[in-house]
């Protein structure tokens, strides 16, 4: 079955940096569009952000509360993908979640597949 | 931004009951919903997508309506396993927006 493991949460200060990772597992990354999706503690479900896929050319979507501090990438050689977060802030704090994110019949993307999450904590 | 309003926030029910969350778009979105159920500790679980179309492996007491912006969950019979939180996403257009939750807890 399809499997995706994020990993390289932990506790940075404000103003610091953290990498997560998303591994992929029995399907190729680079045919999928992929999500990222956080959660606050005890709060609901925040959308990061989209990479499409190769076909077109990893073009990204970020949301408004991200966008120019968060970035995403990936290695097709490891069927990874990457979420770098910069210039982090308290509210940055919350489980981070990669989903896939197939086609469905209307042509829109829809998120089919999560991971685990991993948990990013922004504090002095 | 498109914004998604859900209610009720909470719902109180028991076993064998009949609930409908419902999920109020602030403008057109085409059918391009998808419904998510979460308990606590695990990730998300995508139950409905097109608004109406119910994923392999989901049982068929769930089901998605819609009626212009308004979306709606309907759980024709609760099950123990049902009481969890579950979330709207519109997919409409940029940025994809989730709805609030709706936490639906055992009476």
């Known amino acids: 079955e399809v499997q995706l493991v994020e990993s390289g949460g932990g506790l940075v200060q404000p103003g610091g940096s953290l990498r997560l990772s998303c591994a992929a597992s029995r399907f190729t990354l680079s045919d999928h569009y992929m999500d990222w999706v956080r959660q606050a503690p005890g709060k609901g479900l925040e959308w990061v952000g989209r990479?499409?896929?190769?076909?077109?050319?990893?073009?990204?979507?970020?949301a408004a509360s991200v966008k120019g501090r968060f970035s995403f990438s990936r290695d097709d050689s490891k069927n990874s993908l990457y979420l770098q977060m910069n210039s982090l802030k308290t509210e940055d704090t919350a489980v981070y979640y990669c989903?896939?994110?197939?086609?469905f019949g209307s042509g829109r993307y829809y998120l089919d597949y999560w991971g685990q999450g991993t948990l990013v904590t922004v504090s002095s | 931004d498109i914004q998604l309003t859900q209610s009720p926030s909470f719902l109180s029910a028991s076993v064998g009951d009949r609930v409908t969350i419902t999920c109020r778009a602030s403008?057109?979105?085409?059918?391009?919903l998808a419904w998510f159920q979460q308990k606590p500790g695990e990730a998300p679980k995508l139950l409905i997508s097109e608004a109406s179309t119910l994923q392999s492996g989901v049982p068929s007491r769930f089901s998605g309506g819609e009626s212009g912006t308004e979306f709606t969950l309907t759980i024709s019979s609760l099950q123990p396993e049902d009481f969890a939180t579950y979330y709207c996403?519109?997919?409409?257009?940029?940025?994809?927006?989730f709805g609030q939750g709706t936490r639906l807890e055992i009476k």
């Open positions: 989903a896939r994110a197939p086609p």
């Open positions: 403008q057109g979105i085409n059918s391009y």
């Open positions: 990479s499409r896929n190769k076909a077109n050319s990893y073009t990204t979507e970020y």
């Open positions: 996403q519109q997919l409409e257009s940029y940025p994809l927006t």
